[in-house]
């Protein structure tokens, strides 16, 4: 994942940048970037690598090296950015939030037109230096934009910080990621979280349409290009990776894990499940808010059965090997041993990707004294590997778990029914929930269906991306 910040104005705003970015910090743990126009100076930029400490840290020195009455910022999972580039379209700095699928057929026809990249160690190419060979293709920003975002097999929302001081804002073709504009006092803001610029001040103003183009300046607001007229939202932006205080299409984090969890525990009543349940607690971090749904509206008491420490390890996927995190992650929780003993106990996370972690906390949990651990998933079971974002982090779909388990029980075959696996009412369903419960050590499991989650967020299922569960573009 990734996100990104900016503003334009008549005075310096370096400093509400830096906050803005570092609100951010929740989307991605390898690289941080700022870009600052000032009308001595020009265009600056400083890049970081944040995998061993966060944003705030890393740039905590900025204001001695840069200042800028305009700025741009991001907080990037994949390739150092912003980029300075010097194109036929001028000078400017470039920021990307998104994947591209279809890199290497883009480079091969770039190449063969007389482009040249810099390119990173292995031969690789940055992405964002593939995204700007493409908008500088055409002759303006607007047309460049549309170009890419035309052939771009995949999705890219771009900030661009102009040489001037004037800021470009297009979100992706289908509108998958959010991008917010916030006015203050002869001043602009773009973000990817509304609450970054409202925490410096600004009031928000609207969200961008999808495949939407504005510049703003200090002056005000100009769209470039009108927005399309289909959408597909990231439904993850709600049941995972959304920061509780944010706001997407009209619709609050916090406020839709509760209807979530609360539809889950409905689930249950209705169907008899894990009634002897002591307590309900959530997989923290963004599984407490669908728990707390879940224990307001089935009864059961809520608790914490253990704590994240998190002074000195604030992200357990900071470490660069799978083995790392998840020896991180065992070593950040801490039982309450009270609610854990003896304790019949219900646990509900986001989701259920590859499993690996999970399946430790859960062991965890019975070294620490609890007689029973159920599990119920925020979502339904993840059948596709996300090609638009990868916020699973998944490099195939055999690295998710109810793939292996499906191939474990049916072998290939079981692959041409994944809509009956996902289904927990039909007999491949069960068989898949039960085979899951055995592997992981789980009492039982649920997971959240699709009309449930859809229900949760309230928007037209039309307008929602759940391809990673359904496969459906």
Known sequence: MGGFFGITSRQDCLAD??????????????????????????????IHSIENSPFRTKFEHIFEEMKGTSAIGCISDSDPQPLLVRSRLGTYAICMVGMINN???LIDQCLQRGTYFDAMTGGRINSTVLLSALINQKNSFEEGILYANEVIEGTASILILKDGGALIAARDRMGRLPVHLGKGQESYAVSFETFAY???????????????????TPDGVKQLSPPGEKKRVCS?????????????EGVNVEAMRYRNGAIMAEHDMAQHLAWDIDYVGGVPDSGTPHAIGYANRSG?????????????????????????????????????????????????????????????????????????????????????????????????????????????????????????????????????REAICRK??????????????????????????????????
């Not at 929740?26 to 100076?41: C, K, M, S, V």
């Not at 993850?236 to 997407?248: A, C, D, K, V």
């Not at 992981?440 to 990673?468: D, R």
């Open 17 to 46: 940048v830096f906050f803005g970015v570092d609100y951010h910090s929740h989307l991605g743990t390898r690289r941080g970037g700022l870009a600052a126009y000032d009308p001595q100076i020009g265009l600056q930029r400083k």
């Open 103 to 105: 890199a290497q057929e």
């Open 198 to 216: 409202e925490k410096v001040g600004y009031e928000d103003l609207r969200e961008l349409g999808p495949g939407e183009i504005v510049e703003l």
């Open 236 to 248: 993850f932006l709600w049941t995972y990776y959304g920061y509780p205080t944010s706001t997407y």
């Open 300 to 432: 059961k008491h809520f608790a914490r059965a253990f704590i994240k420490y998190t002074p000195t390890w604030s992200r357990s996927f900071m470490p660069a090997s799978q083995t790392d995190r998840n020896k991180i992650a065992k070593m950040k929780q801490i039982p309450v041993s009270a609610l854990i003993k003896g304790k019949n106990l219900l646990f509900v996370d986001d989701s259920i990707v590859r499993g690996t972690q999970l399946k430790e906390t859960v062991d965890f949990l019975y070294e620490n004294g609890a007689k029973t651990v159920h599990m119920r998933s925020a979502c339904p079971p993840i059948m596709y590997a996300c090609k638009y974002l990868n916020f699973s982090r998944s490099n195939s779909d055999m690295d998710l778990v109810a793939r292996r388990v499906i191939v474990e029980l049916e072998g290939e075959e079981g692959l041409q029914h994944l809509a009956e696996y996902s289904d927990g009412r039909t007999p491949r369903g069960r068989a898949l």
């Open 440 to 473: 992981f050590h789980f009492a039982s499991l649920e997971f959240q269906s699709l009309e449930g989650v859809i229900a949760a967020i309230g928007l037209p299922a039309c307008e929602l991306c759940t391809y990673c569960w359904n496969g459906e573009e």
